[in-house]
């Protein structure tokens, strides 16, 4: 079995807040490439829920974290129609990824 790594590392203030996050990915030729925000999800199978780590720097804009939100919005319409099949549920998700862009004034 291949074996791959993706990493995240994190330096935090003295109020443990993040300042700079860099990540790792070896098979995507990424190396200490330089981040502001970080969402991972996981499933715990056995807890039958999602895990979730979300981490953004101090100096994160405003205006930055709105549209990574709504990008986010948007691939997880595209993900659920490849998972599921189900067009019209991933139609809904890719509909409320539009007004959350119109409401959160990223989009007119």
Request: no cysteine.
């Amino acid at each position: 079995m291949r074996k791959t790594q993706i990493t995240i590392d994190v330096e935090l203030d003295e109020n443990h807040i993040p300042e700079v996050m860099t990540w790792n990915a070896q098979d995507g030729g990424v190396e200490k490439e330089e981040t502001k925000a970080v969402m991972i999800s996981v499933w715990d199978e056995k807890a039958s829920e999602a895990l979730r780590i979300d981490l953004w720097t101090k100096d994160m804009p405003v205006d930055q974290m709105k549209m990574f939100m709504h990008q986010i919005f948007v691939s997880m319409g595209n993900t659920y129609q490849r998972a599921t099949g189900e067009d019209d549920v991933a139609a809904w998700i890719e509909q409320m990824a539009e007004e959350f862009a119109i409401k959160s004034a990223i989009k007119m």
